[in-house]
């Protein structure tokens, strides 16, 4: 039985009328994206064709999911909304809070004592307020949504950047910042600007070391880490049929590192059958009922050039196993010959120290079966690992079923370390080193989906690299990046050579999945007399107090930074030792931008502090202009806030007094994020205009009384010698957004309206 299925049963209710009064709006057939947009229209069946990339619209998500990290903030912000319970089924995840470690008994155990406070709050407050609550342990947000939540033809939001992972299921799920989610939380529609369309035709069959994470690895190839931004990604095809659910969901989950506001697949036989085996019969038969509008017309895939804005195809029956990184996600290489002649040439390091397989997108069931079989061969030939294992479950439903089928047992076998089903290296919650700043030059390879720098274990030596679980299985066996397990031999015990054959592995588990204790928690039906309460004292947790407007003549700012190159959401606001402040704004501001390199001296966390003439820390530099009454300006590069959905990247340097943010281009959920907080988050209208600003310059606005949509803002730039530039920067904000920015944030407006 489905959680919420009368919910479901409602969208598809509706979903016939509303898609065909759309297709006549339109006046053309509709992709899967559009079909789902279209039947979340705030306002109900559309008398308008919105155009891609231009037209903002207000949305009605069927549903929220949160993890522990983001959903502090998320949720200290709903509280001050004045509602008494949520307004759509809402979930809240615990799998960032633990650390990987000694394994999982005692990391669970460890996370369960020093983070109780964040734990017993989220609890009481999803309590208090409706919320589907997942106790620590019980999985990887993502896949336990996959396995309870996710439909098709749904829309869902969630508070982490991963949350497209449900597009497996044929969903348009899209990543957002916790204000937005506490908006929808609130009653209120959600606002984005409608997507363009990006079509993937997935032509013959994956075979041999190939897998599904392989497609997603060759398009961040492709399209690159910013190749997607504003656009929804639909693959199709007869190869996209021939794909298990959570392959799909893989492929889709990974979407996120080529900026796409979400990845998605039509209905199919594979995703029907994986809702039966998760036990929701209910929602395939549901499904099966409306199985034509829950997938694209028949004339956009056969013509589909003519109907999306981007068309990429690849061959199956061609694609090579991929190697992606170091550093990006998009750095892809075929593995083997080319990889090693890459390694080779940029230095990379060719002994492998560790292989992990896991976190939100590749912790299926199927994933670990694929992986299992390289093991067992490695058991049955006689080889042993010559690097060290981790294995991340995604699920207590996946960790019990494969524990009950032996594929653990398997790992176990080459000495494999047994992680809680939750992030742990994949978000930095790794505790490799004691020094991790001070830490070797390595290289590691991960079934994850992002590789930074020091993204998994908080060492800037480390490069990680990216690939499917069956090959990251062979790779950490071999030892070796250069290892091609296609041609490749290893010596046995015996002095042997051997080679591995080709993975195999089952889309679902033969006889059923099975749990004990999933780790769920349902709210109480009148949550009303739970009491909440914060310490005043908590290092991890504050209340919130509302952000005051920014004036509309800001004047005599000051550069915080200029901040050189990639700076992502792990720059801004890092993660790792960090999460434990996630629900203490204060606490965590001290983090800010210390990732970030400084343009003028090419260090990170050094900047000038105009004030004095010193250089010292981000934070304490924005702190000093703060308490003098000085705005700061925060300048940057392309793809601006790319990664993670972390709105405490907009909200720290908000609680800093930065006033604006002004960068060649945004990451959208970044972007949104500033927006939401009342912040100015404003692009060069040259992006040559970068070069002219200079350490000790000294900013004001002109014309920010006359703050308008589609009207361009003045910024005058004084520099030290006295002489001036005036300069045109573009924004995207429309009134709604214009009315967040003159109320202080777009939780003032909701308080506001809700008195």
């Known amino acids: 039985m489905a959680f919420d299925i009368e919910m479901i049963k409602e969208v598809y209710a509706r979903m016939a009328d509303r898609v065909d009064t759309a297709r006549g709006v339109v006046g053309k057939p509709l992709t899967l994206a559009e079909k789902i947009l279209y039947n979340h229209l705030w306002d109900g069946s559309t008398k308008t064709a919105f155009k891609r990339g231009e037209d903002y619209v207000d949305f009605a998500p069927d549903r929220i999911a949160c993890q522990d990290a983001t959903a502090q903030m998320a949720l200290l912000q709903f509280m001050q909304a004045g509602k008494k319970q949520v307004a759509v ?17 005692e990391d669970l155990k460890f996370a369960n004592k020093t983070s109780a406070e964040v734990f017993d709050f989220l609890s009481s407050v999803s309590n208090k307020y409706g919320i589907g609550f997942w106790k620590p342990g019980a999985g990887i947000i993502h896949q336990v949504v996959l396995e309870n939540y996710a439909f098709p033809g749904g829309m869902m939001i969630g508070t982490d950047s991963h949350t497209v992972n449900a597009g497996g299921l044929g969903m348009v799920a899209i990543g957002v910042g916790g204000a937005d989610a506490v908006d929808v939380m609130a009653g209120m529609a959600w606002e984005l600007k409608f997507p363009k369309l990006i079509g993937v035709k997935l032509t013959g ?53 080529i900026g796409a506001t979400t990845s998605t697949f039509g209905y199919d036989a594979s995703i029907e059958r994986y809702l039966r085996a998760t036990d929701r019969n209910d929602v395939a038969d549901a499904a099966n009922a409306v199985a034509a509008h829950l997938t694209g017309d028949a004339e956009v895939y056969q013509n589909p050039e003519q109907y999306f804005d981007q068309v990429i195809e690849i061959n199956l029956d061609e694609l090579k196993p ?13 593995a083997g010959v080319d990889l090693t002649e890459k390694a080779t040439s940029n230095d990379w390091p060719l002994n492998v120290e560790w292989g992990l397989i896991g976190s939100c997108t590749n912790s299926s069931y199927e994933d670990l079966s694929r992986a299992a079989s390289i093991a067992q061969q490695a058991v049955d030939k006689g080889i042993e690992a010559k690097a060290d294992f981790g294995i991340n479950p995604g699920s207590e439903q996946v960790r019990y079923t494969a524990d009950r089928d032996g594929l653990l047992g398997t790992f176990e076998a080459l000495g494999a370390k047994i992680f809680t089903n939750a992030c742990g290296p994949c978000i930095g919650q790794w505790a490799r080193y004691s020094d991790p700043k001070n830490a070797p030059k390595n290289s590691i390879i991960h079934s994850f989906n992002r590789n930074f720098a020091k993204r998994a274990d908080g060492n800037p030596n480390t490069h990680a690299f990216v690939a499917s679980p069956e090959l990251v299985a062979a790779i950490t066996i071999s030892g070796r990046l250069d290892f091609d397990p296609t041609k490749d031999t290893l010596l046995n015990k015996n002095g042997e050579e051997v080679m591995f054959d080709e993975p195999t592995g089952d889309e679902l588990p033969k006889n059923g999945f099975a749990v004990e204790d999933a780790g769920f928690q349902a709210p109480l039906a009148d949550g009303s007399a739970v009491n909440v309460s914060v310490s005043e004292s908590s290092e991890r947790l504050q209340l919130l107090t509302p952000f005051k407007p920014l004036a509309t003549d800001i004047k005599g700012a000051k550069l915080l930074i200029k901040a050189f190159g990639k700076c992502t959401t792990d720059h801004i606001s890092m993660a790792g030792p960090w999460l434990r402040f996630r629900g203490h704004l204060d606490n965590i501001s001290n983090n800010c931008l210390i990732g970030a390199v400084n343009a003028f001296n090419q260090k990170t966390d050094l900047v000038k ?31 601006y806030g790319e990664g993670s959905s972390r709105e405490h990247a907009a909200m720290e340097p908000r609680h800093l007094g930065v006033a604006a943010v002004i960068v060649k281009s945004f990451a959208r959920i970044h972007e ?17 205009d970068y070069d002219l600003i200079q350490e000790d310059d000294t900013f004001a606005f002109s014309d920010l009384v006359d703050f308008a949509p589609g009207k361009q803002l003045t910024l005058d730039i004084v520099h030290a010698d006295g002489t001036t530039d005036a300069i045109k920067l573009n924004h995207t904000y429309n009134a709604s957004q214009i009315a967040w920015f003159h109320e202080g944030s777009a939780l003032n407006l909701i308080k506001k309206q809700n008195a």
């Open 89 to 105: 089924p809402t979930t809240v995840h615990c799998d960032h809070l633990i650390q990987a470690k000694s394994g999982a008994a």
């Open 672 to 688: 949104t994020n500033l927006k939401k907080q009342g912040m100015l988050g404003l692009t060069f209208a040259k992006e040559s």
């Open 205 to 257: 069959k994956l075979s041999g070391w190939a897998a599904p994470k392989d497609v997603i690895l060759k398009v961040a190839g492709i399209l690159t880490v910013k190749g997607g931004t504003g656009a929804i990604v639909e693959y199709f095809g007869e190869g996209a049929k021939s794909m298990s659910a959570t392959g799909k969901g893989t492929i889709c989950n990974m979407g996120a590192e």
């Open 322 to 334: 991929h190697v992606n990184g170091p550093f990006s996600p998009d750095l892809a290489t075929e």
């Open 609 to 639: 502090n105009q004030l004095t003439g010193d250089y010292g820390a981000v934070p304490a530099t924005a702190r000093a202009y703060k308490a003098a009454g000085v705005s700061s300006i925060v300048v940057g590069d392309h793809n």
